[in-house]
């Protein structure tokens, strides 16, 4: 793994370790679905933004360059949220607010004025990719940790994604399974966070 792709991924986790877009991390990551579609729409919304402020950034005037960026990244969004709602509209329901609020994770802001507005375009998309993968990892690890425990199960209503196909990824893990209600809950992903920040922390502590 090279220091570029290892730097977004562990050392720099926007999640893990800049604790940026905590939000939507907290609020949608109740099972392994819903995280995976926010995930893949901040991966998109990153990448497609980094590259478009990569490829304007030498006519864009420094003074109005913050208000380009929101623009585009709400253009992106907007798009997006058209989309889903035109494609995945069941998912898009549940998903809710935290769609456009995408919007607002200051992740996106950040990548595009620190990186995407000084560097190449392939560096940009780069960046944006591997930011939003680790991003999206540790969004979809919490929502693996809350459903298993809270649920009992994984890929749960998979085929709100992945259509007829979902239905064979649908686990059960423990039949009559009770649940584990704070699991599920805001709280429940607090706990989750705190524990894989703990573990990222020993872990480079030990390299």
Not at 4 to 29: H, M, T
Not at 76 to 86: G, I, P, Q, R
Not at 149 to 176: P, R, T, V
């Amino acid at each position: 793994m090279s220091g570029f792709i290892r730097k977004r991924l562990i050392e720099d986790n926007a999640a893990l370790v800049q604790l940026l877009g905590l939000c939507p991390l907290l609020a949608v990551s109740n099972t392994v679905i819903n995280s995976l579609g926010l995930a893949i729409a901040t991966v998109f919304t990153l990448v497609l933004t980094n590259t478009l402020v990569s490829l304007i950034k030498p006519v864009i005037s420094k003074e109005i360059r913050i208000s380009i960026f929101v623009l585009i990244i709400a253009s992106v969004v907007t798009a997006l949220e058209m989309f889903m709602n035109a494609y995945f509209h069941e998912l898009y329901l549940i998903l809710g607010i935290f769609i456009p609020l995408i919007v607002t994770n200051c992740i996106i802001m950040a990548r595009a004025e620190a990186f995407a507005s000084k560097n190449t375009l392939w560096l940009s998309i780069k960046d944006g990719f591997f930011t939003g993968l680790g991003f999206a990892l540790v969004l979809i690890a919490i929502g693996a940790i809350r459903e298993i425990i809270g649920n009992g199960s994984l890929f749960n209503q998979a085929h709100l994604l992945f259509g007829k196909f979902g239905h064979y990824l649908e686990w059960q893990i423990f039949s009559d399974y009770q649940g584990f209600l704070i699991a599920i809950l805001p709280p429940g992903a607090f706990f989750v966070l705190a524990i894989l920040i703990a573990i990222k922390n020993k872990a480079s502590k030990n390299t």
